[in-house]
């Protein structure tokens, strides 16, 4: 199954795709069931359209929730805020893997949502599910070769 139709275009897109159904199970603004579904094995993306976005309303933003959430309070994260001080994580949030056109922000790293945005922002995150065919023995998940898909099913292929 190639994953390329679901999440190909810009965050707007993908987001939107996600509220409309199918092959998208909408969760809507369901961290605690993005988590769940994520550790039964579905492929789970979640995001926010920049429409919602509070601190940047230029741009929305997409990411896969990967297992082991929800996230704990109070992590050092990698990332920086303005002033070089290292971010902690609020916590209560699924993990997951983000890509960035940002060269400073790390996208190898597994993260939380809670980290990616502001308090006002994450309040605003949907999610969606499909059925990961890896799981079910079909045809392997495959993304266009240089995607941020491609880089994060990279990522994920060697967790899962």
């Avoid at 961290?31 to 940047?56: L, Q, R």
């Avoid at 002033?83 to 609020?90: C, E, F, M, Q, V």
């Avoid at 699924?94 to 940002?102: I, K, L």
């Avoid at 890896?134 to 993304?143: I, Q």
Wanted: hydrophobic share 40%.
């Amino acid at each position: 199954m190639v994953l390329d139709g679901l999440v190909s275009g810009q965050a707007d897109d993908i987001v939107a795709r996600m509220r409309a159904g199918a092959p998208y199970k909408f969760l809507g603004k369901n961290p605690d069931g993005a988590t769940k579904f994520a550790a039964d094995g579905y492929f789970v993306i979640g995001g926010i359209e920049s429409s919602e976005m509070a601190n940047d309303p230029d741009s929305g933003h997409v990411f896969v929730v990967v297992p082991g959430g929800p996230s704990s309070a109070g992590i050092t994260t990698p990332w920086k805020d303005s002033k070089d001080k290292a971010i902690l994580s609020r916590g209560g949030a699924p993990y997951c893997y983000n890509g960035s056109s940002n060269p400073k922000i790390p996208t190898d790293v597994r993260t939380q949502v809670d980290i990616i945005f502001s308090r006002a922002d994450e309040r605003s995150v949907v999610y969606g599910a499909v059925a990961d065919p890896r799981r079910a023995g079909s045809d392997k998940v495959t993304a266009s070769s240089g995607s941020v898909l491609s880089h994060v099913l990279a990522l994920l292929n060697g967790l899962i």
